[in-house]
């Protein structure tokens, strides 16, 4: 896919003016970086087949990885998607918030196949961050918004992030601070019982206390798709699949207790570090930390990052998910 013709990128703060810029910019087919409670996203006007074309263009992202479409409510949601009473429920308890539904295609669903990948599912959610609902709000459109970055990279959870994953690509970031759940949605599919396709700061503990017995446990990313990328294409079903994903340009070695030579260290808990997720052990700190710090460690000037062990449950599981594909190599 060809690299987009180099633009300058204008980073304006959250407001009236900068919502009614970013919409007439979709309008017109273009781009546009907008924070979300979880990451910055990319967004275009989903139903628009070359607005759609140009996120894959911006992000270098593969044309077989669908997108995630972000509309206003639960009833923008059923125009695009067939709900069933589960995941109806599932859409009642969570949203808006940062949960995913991955569920069949409504028939005459106005959006550009690109989107879902030519798949017969679209992955969808009703986001809560104000910048997001307000640009949805403006544009009246179902937005196909994946992270804003190159993909397979850390995902942003700052504006500045995103300007230095895409500056020169994308016309315009709206800035409204660092993202709050710092992780990427949690993404459910209800075919069969509740299966989580990618954890995310809604846990498996929260889905199964409004659902006890529903699911058959979460699904990890590996188990989803097989470790093995050449087989990728073939395997993906919703966004956020790919078995190295999320990662920095330097080799990261995880579970590191102490950093070695030529390492920066990212703390957790008991282990201090360079810099600390949370020194008090707490996950939701942990989870809003995480891309920042990974970003800080891949700018400075030591060619290697550890990250201390992170415990395996509740958004452990799904800050653990990130670092394990992180530091995945082909």
Do not use: C
């Amino acid at each position: 896919m060809a690299v987009p013709t180099p633009m300058t990128t204008r980073v304006l703060p959250y407001g009236e003016d900068t919502i009614v810029q970013a919409a007439a910019l979709i309008a017109a087919g273009g781009i546009v970086a907008v924070p979300t409670e979880t990451v910055y996203g990319l967004a275009a006007d989903a139903t628009q087949a070359l607005a759609v074309t140009a996120i894959y263009a911006a992000k270098g992202r593969p044309s077989f990885n669908p997108l995630i479409v972000h509309v206003l409510d639960l009833a923008a949601a059923r125009a695009l998607a067939a709900f069933d009473d589960l995941s109806l429920g599932l859409a009642e308890a969570f949203w808006p918030g940062p949960l995913t539904l991955v569920l069949p295609l409504a028939r005459g669903a106005a959006v550009a196949s690109l989107v879902t990948a030519g798949l017969t599912t679209i992955a969808i959610r009703v986001p809560e961050h104000r910048a997001m609902r307000a640009l949805l709000a403006a544009t009246g459109k179902p937005l196909a918004a994946p992270s804003a970055n190159a993909s397979g990279g850390i995902s942003p959870t700052r504006a500045v992030h995103v300007v230095a994953s895409l500056g020169g690509r994308i016309p315009l970031v709206i800035d409204d601070g660092a993202t709050e759940a710092g992780l990427e949605s949690t993404i459910v599919s209800t075919d069969g019982g509740l299966k989580i396709l990618r954890p995310g700061p809604i846990t498996d503990e929260a889905l199964q206390h409004f659902f006890p017995g529903a699911g058959r446990g979460p699904v990890t990313p590996s188990s989803a798709t097989g470790p093995r990328p050449a087989q990728e294409k073939r395997l993906v079903t919703a966004p956020g699949q790919l078995e190295s994903h999320y990662a920095p340009a330097k080799p990261l070695r995880l579970n590191a207790t102490l950093a070695e030579d030529g390492e920066w260290l990212i703390g957790f808990g008991p282990i201090a570090g360079d810099e600390t997720l949370s020194s008090a052990g707490d996950l939701t700190e942990a989870a809003a930390r995480l891309f920042d710090l990974l970003h800080h460690a891949d700018a400075n000037d030591r060619p290697r990052i550890a990250i201390a062990p992170v415990p395996h449950h509740g958004l452990g599981l799904a800050i653990n998910d990130r670092l394990r594909r992180a530091a995945h190599r082909d």
